[in-house]
């Protein structure tokens, strides 16, 4: 359903049960940053209201995830840790070329938000069967589905503001270079890395 050319190594989840810690940091700035995305969104976009009104929901549904795991932080004891840099993130914002016009901009940048959406909810699915915590297994559980959610609302509004055969050439080129990044990745202790 998702797509995605390379899947998680699932030895990932190894690295987050013996990191939960960083794992629901990590997260958490996720969210934070998934809430940012539809703002920009709207500030960047007010023209296009279908949009506009599905971002005003995603902000509050993200949010509401980021206060989530910030309160899984605080049921352990811990505060929440300074943000890192998102490699995965840095790397694959850099596959479109900047410039171009409004609608192009507006395409890659749902491309990009799907595929981060549609990587978040395949390592969600594999920490909901894979996770030792049974109770934070059936969180990410719950979390996957509304990842889903996002990223076919995310590709589907770029199929509808751009040429659909273009934007499905470019959706299927950006899968490629995201499975080159990941080769490179799933050994850290986040989230997308």
Known sequence: MLGLKLPTDPRWVNIVEKNIKDILTDHAFCEQKAASTAISLIVSFPEYSDLVQEMT?????????????????????????????????????????????????????????????????????????????????????????????????????????GDLEEVNEKWQSLLAFEAEIMKDLSVHQSIHG
């Not at 049921?75 to 900047?98: C, M, Q, S």
């Open 57 to 161: 929901a995603l902000v509050k549904e993200e949010i509401s995830h980021f206060k989530m795991v910030h309160d899984r932080l605080l049921e352990n004891g811990w505060i929440l840790g300074r943000d890192r840099k998102d490699d995965y993130v840095a790397k694959l914002i850099t596959f479109f070329p900047k410039g171009g016009s409004r609608t192009t901009q507006l395409v890659h940048r749902l491309l990009y938000a799907a595929l981060i959406e549609a990587r978040s909810c395949e390592r969600f699915r594999l920490l909901s069967e894979e996770l030792e915590d049974k109770d934070l297994a059936e969180f990410y559980r719950k979390l996957m589905v509304s990842e889903a959610n996002h990223y076919t609302m995310f590709l589907g509004f770029a199929r509808q503001y």
